[in-house]
DNA sequence: TATTGTTATACTCTATAACTATA
DNA sequence: TATAGTTATAGAGTATAACAATA
């Protein structure tokens, strides 16, 4: 939580309301609140390091998961990123667009498409994987291997709970 | 990461391209990743927490700084909101068009707000922070108080990190 | 009947410029 | 001239219903 300076309410002790410091004492507690002000941070700052490569956090994702698993379909892409099938199609367009992938045709299932990445595709994958690996080295240059593990554990364990709570 | 069945693609080896589980080998090192994914259950989680109330994340977090912090201004509270003035209007109308705050002019700051929660903002207060902290309980119920602290703390470290990287 | 991808649509959150009234 | 709050607006992400083609 920043501290706000705010100003002083004066020598008097006239003004009573005048907020010099932000408490979140009510808030300090939950991991919802840390949780969408460090992701807010590392979306907005993960969209500085892809603006050179014209790619976005779900463009950048989708790209790799398919670059890790040539012949996906649309389908199962979106299961993966956790993306509904309908906001995937533009997605996918956009990124078929630019020739970085394709959609090939599943001879077995003829609804379906297998994504693919092209030449062009891989060498935008290999220069933006560096260069978000190179980010992510630099925001998390405070923390140990031991505490990165801990927090990737813990948040594949909020993943694990989803609708329990 | 979701394993994701597919359809096995027989006893032949002639289709290759069928891809029966999504690996996230590249992805899996990088905390945005992981914390995009946690952050969106969290948010659709506390979103169906909140629903009864009627609030929203915004909503929610601005009412309880609200009652934290009385007398607080609407740019005191954007910046600890890490929201943009502009966006803040709305989320303030809203709560006050429902009358669980008030909008108080500041006698020495005429061009200034002091925000202040009413008896029902008060009421509903307590009522959405008991939801809120029961269904975080459920939610981390699997990671100790010594994990949760650490992941907090590393959110934070990130959050200070900020345009660094 | 069920599933794959698609279209259309709506709502929320975010970000910027420009205005007003005060300081 | 700078600041507090506001308006207007645009972009991105998310969610649902309904459709055509195929299984």
Known sequence: MKKLEGK??????????????????????FMGYHMKR??????SDLGRT???????MLTYTALVLIVDN???????LADAMD????????????LERRELIVRDRVPTDR?????????????LYEKAVAAVTAHE????????GDTRQIVIAALKTI??????A
Do not use: C, M
């Open 8 to 29: 002083a309410s004066g020598s008097s002790d006239v003004v009573t309301s005048d907020v010099t410091h932000v408490s979140d004492a009510t808030l300090r507690q």
């Open 38 to 43: 460090a992701f807010n941070i590392i979306q």
């Open 50 to 56: 892809l603006k050179p490569f014209d790619l976005r």
């Open 70 to 76: 040539p012949g996906l379909r649309q389908s199962q």
């Open 83 to 94: 993306v509904e099938r309908p906001n995937l199609v533009v997605i996918i367009d956009e």
């Open 111 to 123: 609804r379906a498409y297998a994504l693919k990445v092209t030449l062009t595709g891989r060498q």
């Open 137 to 144: 080295e630099q925001l998390l240059q405070q923390l140990d």
């Open 159 to 164: 993943e694990t709970n989803r609708g329990k």
